[in-house]
């Protein structure tokens, strides 16, 4: 696997962050698996 920030914003106090990750398999031409995960982290004061 490998991962990447791909994107970070602040939406008022949130912070939203997207990974561009693949998973690959060895020996295989494709990934196994490829997309841009978003998370959403709130910080309470």
Same mark, same amino acid.
């Given at each position: 696997?490998?991962?990447k920030l791909h994107n970070i914003q602040n939406l008022r106090g @949130?912070?939203?962050v997207e990974i561009?990750?693949?998973i690959e398999i060895e020996?295989?031409?494709?990934p196994a698996l490829q997309? @841009?995960?978003? #998370?959403?982290?709130? #910080?309470n004061q």
């Open positions: 696997m490998s991962a @949130i912070a939203k561009d990750f693949k020996g295989q031409r494709k997309g @841009i995960s978003s #998370f959403l982290y709130h #910080f």
